[in-house]
């Protein structure tokens, strides 16, 4: 993907697998994972206004990384191209500073950039892991944790691919190879 990436991840550490995305961008920005120039990684956490403000910043591309629940197997992973319409189900209130799910995010950001004048990422994607457990308490359940070293190589395949590669020829993992790559 050429311009700037914005890789971003969201949750909770506090709710279980809720942390998977904040856990996948903690191990994506250590050393030896070389990312380009043009990529930057943050832990956005629960902060999905700071994640809207951000991006008013000019990004080209916005990778989203969170638990993301499908109905699959828990550590099922997930990628998904945000533009499709209805791919980003609304999950609750729209100014919620704490709780902003990405859908929401999305739409204060539509909002931010109608009032300044900036544009939007041109391509939004999430990164998504089918969560086990989202009740109070720190550490991802085994099979999401287990997931992790994969979710950091999906993220890594898609910035560094070609904007003209299409989303079916990464389409997301399915039980049986989320299962393998555990």
């Given amino acids: 993907m050429s311009?700037?990436?914005?890789i971003a991840g969201i949750g909770n550490v506090f709710l279980g697998d809720d942390g998977f995305g904040v856990e996948t961008v903690r191990m994506l920005a250590e050393p030896g994972h070389a990312l380009p120039g043009?990529?930057?990684v943050v832990d956005i956490g629960v902060r999905g206004v700071h994640l809207a403000y951000q991006l008013l910043d000019g990004y080209d591309t916005l990778v989203l990384v969170d638990a993301t629940a499908r109905g699959g197997a828990p550590g099922t992973l997930y990628?998904?191209?945000?533009?499709e319409p209805g791919s980003l189900a609304p999950q609750g209130p729209v100014l919620d500073g704490h709780q902003m799910s990405p859908d929401a995010v999305l739409a204060l950001l539509d909002t931010l950039c109608a009032g300044t004048g900036t544009a939007p990422p041109r391509r939004i994607w999430v990164v998504g892991c089918e969560p086990g457990c989202l009740e109070e308490g720190i550490g991802l359940s085994a099979p999401v944790a287990a997931a992790v070293p994969e979710a950091v190589r999906m993220v890594l395949d898609l910035v560094s691919r070609p904007d003209e590669e299409t989303l079916e020829e990464h389409m997301p993992l399915d039980d049986e190879q989320s299962a393998a790559a555990n």
């Fill in 38 to 40: 043009h990529v930057e």
């Fill in 3 to 6: 311009g700037r990436i914005l």
């Fill in 79 to 83: 990628l998904i191209e945000a533009a």
